[in-house]
């Protein structure tokens, strides 16, 4: 018989995305054979980050300051700006190292059949953030699925007539793909070879 704190340890791991019951039982017998000072820093760690790591104020990427990594550094181009779906497609576009500009996260796509609408997304704040009028140029780097279509398509036709130059990342990503699981050449490839929508 399995005791109730592993069995609630195993419980919990397997409600992380990705982790399934014989994961997540490895996992927790890991956990239960380190020492104890692993499992107290791993305790502290998910509880820092619940209590610390927020939306950034300008491009709602993730922080654990006002402003994100991202919009501190100087060295970054202010007149691009790649807008993304979620963090995970930023940094994916990070791994690659060919974008120098700003990112501004969505968090989600249009999916109307999901109730989620421009409302529900950050396209507001981006349309703020573009009064400044120092961006040249929005990278649109959505998903290349049906949703991430037609939010591309959405933020087109909003940005066209404020005389920005609006490109999308190239399709070199397959049709239903993730930005988050694309390996670097890939991505690397789709933003050099971006085109003017």
Do not use: W
């Not at 919990?12 to 399934?20: E, H, N, R, T």
């Not at 991202?70 to 970054?76: A, K, L, M, W």
């Not at 940094?91 to 690659?96: C, D, F, P, S, V």
């Not at 780097?141 to 036709?157: C, H, I, K």
């Amino acid at each position: 018989m399995t005791p109730d704190p592993l069995n609630r340890l195993v419980a919990q791991l397997a409600k992380l995305p990705g982790i399934g019951e014989k994961t997540a039982q490895r996992l927790a017998f890991h956990i239960l054979r380190a020492p104890g000072e692993y499992a107290q820093e791993l305790s502290q760690a998910i509880r820092e980050v619940k209590e610390k790591v927020h939306l950034c104020a300008r491009c709602f990427s993730l922080t654990d300051s006002e402003l994100c990594g991202f919009c501190r550094d100087n060295r970054r181009d202010e007149r691009t700006l790649c807008v993304v779906e979620t963090f995970a497609d930023l940094m994916a576009l990070e791994r690659t190292r060919e974008f120098k500009g700003r990112y501004h996260v969505l968090h989600g796509v249009l999916s109307p059949l999901d109730g989620v609408g421009p409302e529900q997304l950050r396209i507001k704040e981006l349309l703020t953030r573009l009064g400044d009028g120092h961006v040249e140029e929005i990278i649109l780097a959505t998903n290349p699925d049906v949703e991430g279509e037609a939010t591309a398509l959405y933020l087109t036709r909003l940005l066209k007539p404020m005389g920005i130059r609006v490109s999308r990342i190239a399709q070199g990503l397959p049709m239903g793909g993730d930005l988050e699981y694309a390996d670097q050449a890939t991505l690397a490839k789709a933003l050099s070879a971006r085109r003017e929508l």
